[in-house]
Every structure is written in structure tokens, then in C-alpha cells.
């Protein structure tokens, strides 16, 4: 019998020196003249800890623009013109514009007289408040005039100076109600304005026109949007690209280099990583990485082209092991290392539990091997 059997009293199990599996005859069985594995007791396996990254990963990704929006009409009505480009030519697909350029206009006749009539209610509105406050004058002079009589003379009785001054706080009441008209007038008359502006749509940024969904004619709702055309920018790009989750924590923004490739580009492009996003895909566990495209140096790279990125990383000194090989109990965390062909327990700090296992942040370097209960098949 070649096959020795270790004890591992601080795992609690045992563990085959060569193989951590006993001799077995075709079948299954323990090859006759072995003593085979002790009753009871599961065969180990040898993992080897594995670096969490490289000291470089390739990722795939496409140029998105920095902006792009489908606009539409806030207003209910037809779409009656389009913008012009450069060439005075309606605007169509592919055609640039400039930020607060004219794209298209809706009827606005009806927004038109909706302005008029928010302008005459609000000079109704004020010309009875100022013939309130005309009349409130007039009977303030009254008040003066009575309690000179009242208080003076005594030739009128008290009650009258007090009917003089309760028509005075009267007015005052109807002119405070009159003035709050006024305000409502006004607001009334700014939101008229407003949609009046709105029947022109402008571009809200520099950017070229890649879809037109409406035509001349056609009637739009306010609620919800329709959509009449899409504007993206071409010059404001950035390259989108997808690295497994593994990666995550040797990605830094600004510091973490990224160089690109793309059949659009004629040399390599060498940038900095601008911004990670930090949200794993539970379908793929992979997460975004974004890289702003300087338009200086951008090329002949338009959005949703394909790029191929190298990322410089610092693989740093985590491994990761299949979860199954961890120990947890009282003392800690541990592993089982193989140190000299013998078992030995090992504290590890742990780290992220990833898809492909648990990150070990430091007790043990890549290349170690650690025994694992086997795979579950």
C-alpha cells in the first residue's frame, strides 16, 4: 500500500498525502491488498490560489457619446417646420447643429391667443386694483374728515366715524383680494409666454442628428412625450468597456491607464480611466469602465464603434481560492496549505465573495496550494 493518510486535527478531517485520494480497483472499489481510505472520511483535492487580477486585462467595449437625448414637443399640437443647417436645408439625419439652434416648430397660433388672452386678465386685474386704491383714498379722507367732526366738533355721533372706517378696511380687504388676482394674472401670463417659447425646440448641446421619428404634420402629445428626433454629440466621446468583477478594487479612476485600439483609430490611443461604475451585472459579472475620448484625439472614432482596451493594473497581493477551501471556526478564518508535502493551517484574512470564489487578502501568496472538500458534481 503506497498511499499514506495524514490526520488534520485542526481541520477535523483526513487528508491522502499522494492524490488525497485512496487506491481504488476498477469498479470503485479499494484495490485489493490496501487498506484504502479510513471509513467515513471524504478525499481532499489540491487548489492552487490564483492571483485576483493580472498585472494587465484586455477588455472589449464601444465609444458612447457623452450626451445624446430624443426630443420631443411638452406642447399638444402639429409639428409645422424643421430647422435649417448651414446649408438652409430642413434638417434631416446626419446633419450638425449648434447648442440653442432651432430644430423644429409646432403650431402656434393657439399658444399665441392664449398669450393675449393671459395679458387681458391680467390688465383687468390691475386696473381694478387701482380703482380700488383710488376709492380707498377717498374714503381715508372720509375717515380724517369725520373724527375731525367726531373728536373736534362733536357735532357727528361716534357710530358714524366708525362706518366711515369700516368701509376703509373694507377696500383694503378687496384690494388685498384684488392684488392676489393680479399675481395669478401674472403667473398665468408667464406660463402662456412660456409655452409660446416652447413651440420652438432648440438643441439643448452641439451634436449631429442621427434618427428623425416625426414628420411635417404629424401631431404630437405633451403626455406622454413623443419623440420627434435624436441628437448626439460626436465630438464628446467616451469608450465603454466591461472587465470581469474581479478586477473591481485594481481599478482607479485617474490613476488606472488604459490603452485603446479600435479600426477607426490609426495609432494606439493611450488614456486614463475617468470614472468606474460601481455595479456589478448579475448576468455576466462584469462591471463598466468609462474612459473619456478628448475630441483632440479622437479620429475617426464615432459613437458605437468597437474598441479593444489593455488596462495596466496593479495585481497587488490577493489571491483568490474556491470558498469550499476556507475554514471558519472560533480562531478565524484559515486555510490547510501543503508546506513540504505536509498540511498546515494558516490564518487568512478574507476579502469580497466573487463568482468564481473568496478573495484572500493576505495569509497567502499566489501559487500556494490549499486542500478543498471536492466539487460537487
Same mark, same amino acid.
Given at each position: 500500500?503506497?498511499?499514506?493518510?495524514?490526520?488534520?486535527?485542526?481541520?477535523?478531517?483526513?487528508?491522502?498525502?499522494?492524490?488525497?485520494?485512496?487506491?481504488?480497483?476498477?469498479?470503485?472499489?479499494?484495490?485489493?491488498?490496501?487498506?484504502?481510505?479510513?471509513?467515513?472520511?471524504?478525499?481532499?483535492?489540491?487548489?492552487?490560489?490564483?492571483?485576483?487580477?493580472?498585472?494587465?486585462?484586455?477588455?472589449?467595449?464601444?465609444?458612447?457619446?457623452?450626451?445624446?437625448?430624443?426630443?420631443?414637443?411638452?406642447?399638444?399640437?402639429?409639428?409645422?417646420?424643421?430647422?435649417?443647417?448651414?446649408?438652409?436645408?430642413?434638417?434631416?439625419?446626419?446633419?450638425?447643429?449648434?447648442?440653442?439652434?432651432?430644430?423644429?416648430?409646432?403650431?402656434?397660433?393657439?399658444?399665441?391667443?392664449?398669450?393675449?388672452?393671459?395679458?387681458?386678465?391680467?390688465?383687468?386685474?390691475?386696473?381694478?386694483?387701482?380703482?380700488?386704491?383710488?376709492?380707498?383714498?377717498?374714503?381715508?379722507?372720509?375717515?380724517?374728515?369725520?373724527?375731525?367732526?367726531?373728536?373736534?366738533? %362733536?357735532?357727528?355721533?361716534?357710530?358714524?366715524?366708525?362706518? =366711515?372706517?369700516?368701509?376703509?378696511?373694507?377696500?383694503?380687504?378687496?384690494?388685498?383680494?384684488?392684488?392676489?388676482?393680479?399675481?395669478?394674472?401674472?403667473?398665468?401670463?408667464?406660463?402662456?409666454?412660456?409655452?409660446?417659447?416652447?413651440?420652438?425646440?432648440?438643441?439643448?448641446?452641439?451634436?449631429?442628428?442621427?434618427?428623425?421619428?416625426?414628420?411635417?404634420?404629424?401631431?404630437?402629445?405633451?403626455?406622454?412625450?413623443?419623440?420627434?428626433?435624436?441628437?448626439?454629440?460626436?465630438?464628446?466621446?467616451?469608450?465603454?468597456?466591461?472587465?470581469?468583477?474581479?478586477?473591481?478594487?485594481?481599478?482607479?479612476?485617474?490613476?488606472?491607464?488604459?490603452?485603446?485600439?479600435?479600426?477607426?483609430?490609426?495609432?494606439?490611443?493611450?488614456?486614463?480611466?475617468?470614472?468606474?461604475?460601481?455595479?456589478?451585472?448579475?448576468?455576466?459579472?462584469?462591471?463598466?469602465?468609462?474612459?473619456?475620448?478628448?475630441?483632440?484625439?479622437?479620429?475617426?472614432?464615432?459613437?458605437?464603434?468597437?474598441?479593444?482596451?489593455?488596462?495596466?493594473?496593479?495585481?497587488?497581493?490577493?489571491?483568490?481560492?474556491?470558498? %469550499?477551501?476556507?475554514?471558519?471556526?472560533?480562531?478565524?478564518?484559515?486555510?490547510?496549505?501543503?508546506?513540504?508535502?505536509?498540511?498546515?493551517? %494558516?490564518? =487568512?484574512?478574507?476579502?469580497?465573495?466573487?463568482?468564481?470564489? =473568496?478573495?484572500?487578502?493576505?495569509?497567502?501568496?499566489?501559487?500556494?496550494?490549499?486542500?478543498?472538500?471536492?466539487?460537487?458534481?
Amino acid at each position: 500500500m503506497n498511499t499514506k493518510y495524514l490526520k488534520i486535527a485542526a481541520s477535523g478531517f483526513l487528508l491522502a498525502a499522494t492524490g488525497f485520494a485512496a487506491e481504488q480497483a476498477p469498479g470503485g472499489t479499494p484495490a485489493a491488498g490496501s487498506a484504502g481510505a479510513p471509513t467515513g472520511v471524504a478525499a481532499m483535492e489540491l487548489v492552487e490560489a490564483k492571483p485576483v487580477c493580472a498585472a494587465e486585462a484586455t477588455a472589449t467595449g464601444r465609444v458612447l457619446p457623452l450626451y445624446s437625448a430624443r426630443l420631443g414637443s411638452r406642447l399638444t399640437a402639429q409639428v409645422v417646420s424643421w430647422g435649417t443647417g448651414e446649408d438652409g436645408k430642413p434638417l434631416d439625419v446626419g446633419m450638425r447643429v449648434k447648442a440653442g439652434q432651432i430644430l423644429f416648430a409646432v403650431e402656434s397660433d393657439t399658444f399665441r391667443a392664449k398669450v393675449a388672452v393671459a395679458e387681458a386678465t391680467l390688465a383687468s386685474a390691475s386696473a381694478q386694483v387701482s380703482d380700488l386704491e383710488a376709492r380707498l383714498l377717498d374714503r381715508q379722507a372720509d375717515e380724517a374728515r369725520y373724527r375731525r367732526l367726531v373728536e373736534v366738533d %362733536r357735532t357727528v355721533p361716534l357710530k358714524k366715524l366708525e362706518e =366711515v372706517r369700516l368701509g376703509v378696511e373694507t377696500f383694503r380687504l378687496q384690494i388685498k383680494a384684488a392684488k392676489a388676482q393680479v399675481q395669478g394674472a401674472q403667473a398665468a401670463l408667464d406660463a402662456a409666454r412660456i409655452d409660446l417659447r416652447d413651440t420652438e425646440v432648440k438643441a439643448p448641446f452641439d451634436g449631429v442628428v442621427t434618427k428623425r421619428m416625426k414628420g411635417l404634420g404629424d401631431h404630437l402629445a405633451g403626455a406622454p412625450l413623443v419623440e420627434v428626433l435624436e441628437l448626439t454629440t460626436t465630438d464628446r466621446l467616451e469608450a465603454e468597456l466591461r472587465l470581469p468583477e474581479s478586477y473591481l478594487a485594481q481599478v482607479v479612476p485617474g490613476t488606472t491607464v488604459v490603452a485603446l485600439s479600435s479600426p477607426q483609430l490609426q495609432d494606439e490611443l493611450t488614456l486614463p480611466v475617468t470614472r468606474v461604475v460601481p455595479l456589478v451585472d448579475a448576468a455576466n459579472g462584469t462591471f463598466s469602465v468609462r474612459v473619456a475620448i478628448p475630441a483632440e484625439k479622437a479620429g475617426g472614432l464615432v459613437p458605437g464603434a468597437f474598441l479593444t482596451g489593455r488596462l495596466r493594473l496593479d495585481a497587488g497581493t490577493a489571491v483568490i481560492v474556491p470558498l %469550499r477551501a476556507v475554514i471558519r471556526d472560533a480562531a478565524g478564518a484559515a486555510v490547510m496549505v501543503l508546506e513540504n508535502g505536509k498540511p498546515v493551517r %494558516r490564518a =487568512v484574512e478574507l476579502g469580497s465573495e466573487l463568482t468564481e470564489g =473568496v478573495v484572500v487578502k493576505s495569509g497567502l501568496k499566489p501559487g500556494e496550494q490549499v486542500a478543498a472538500s471536492p466539487e460537487k458534481k
